[in-house]
């Protein structure tokens, strides 16, 4: 069971190129998130999918765009990087649909780090 | 919003000792709240969580406490062990919402 897979591991980008973050989950969870982590504080939340067809932003969408393929697979796009968005990004999913209020537990990708020059 | 705070961004711990990690929250309606490990180069992963209804929660060697008069949790960890060592979120549940702390960094010492 691979849970949540993220690719690519790492990447460089320079200022003004473009990339999309793959992630793809295998447990038929309902929700999809996307998050950056930056030292010293935590993560925070880009943009998130409750349900299959359905995306929100999150607390600093700036800069990003996603898409919920299907069920399984939530892409994060830079249109065009800039140096703040070098960062940590994680994928995460959850079984209950955001916007239920209630147990709300996130299982995570490994990861994805982006140095953009 | 949310505002999550943690009380110390690092904790050393002797191997054997028990660990004590503090997390403060803003909001008096958050409803569910969450504790997270994260080892060096992996995801988040879930450690133990708590409703607001309940005060303390027990699962294999850790302990939430939370707080609701001061907006306090934390999380114990008994007999702390190296494969302990890593940074440790809280995470504050507002119906939906997650809001993290910028984690603590637990270092075991041999």
């Known amino acids: 069971n691979a849970g949540v897979t993220q690719t690519p591991k790492f990447q460089v980008l320079k200022t003004g190129q473009s990339m999309t973050l793959q992630c793809a989950q295998d447990m038929n969870h309902n929700s999809m998130y996307w998050y950056r982590q930056d030292p010293g504080m935590g993560l925070r939340l880009i943009y998130y999918s409750a349900s299959e067809g359905t995306t929100d932003k999150g607390e600093v969408p700036n800069g990003y765009n996603v898409s919920r393929l299907n069920k399984r697979e939530f892409s994060l796009r830079l249109e065009s990087a800039a140096p703040s968005q070098t960062s940590v990004y994680f994928c995460a999913s959850s079984e209950v649909s955001a916007g239920v209020p209630g147990a709300n537990v996130l299982t995570f990708g490994a990861g994805s780090r982006l140095t953009v020059l | 919003g949310e505002s999550v705070g943690l009380h110390l961004p690092t904790l050393s711990v002797q191997e054997g000792d028990n660990s004590i990690i503090n997390c403060a929250y803003s909001?008096?309606?958050?409803?569910?709240f969450i504790w997270y490990k994260q080892e060096s180069g992996k995801g988040p992963q879930f450690i133990i969580d708590?409703?607001?209804?309940?005060d303390k929660r027990q699962g294999q060697r850790v302990t939430v406490l939370l707080n609701k008069t001061v907006k306090h949790l934390s999380l114990q960890i008994a007999a702390t062990q190296p494969g302990d060592s890593a940074v440790y979120f809280c995470?504050?549940?507002?119906?939906?919402?997650?809001?993290f702390g910028a984690g603590t960094t637990v270092t075991v010492r041999a």
């Open positions: 909001n008096s309606a958050s409803d569910y």
């Open positions: 995470a504050v549940v507002n119906d939906y919402k997650l809001s």
């Open positions: 708590i409703r607001s209804n309940m």
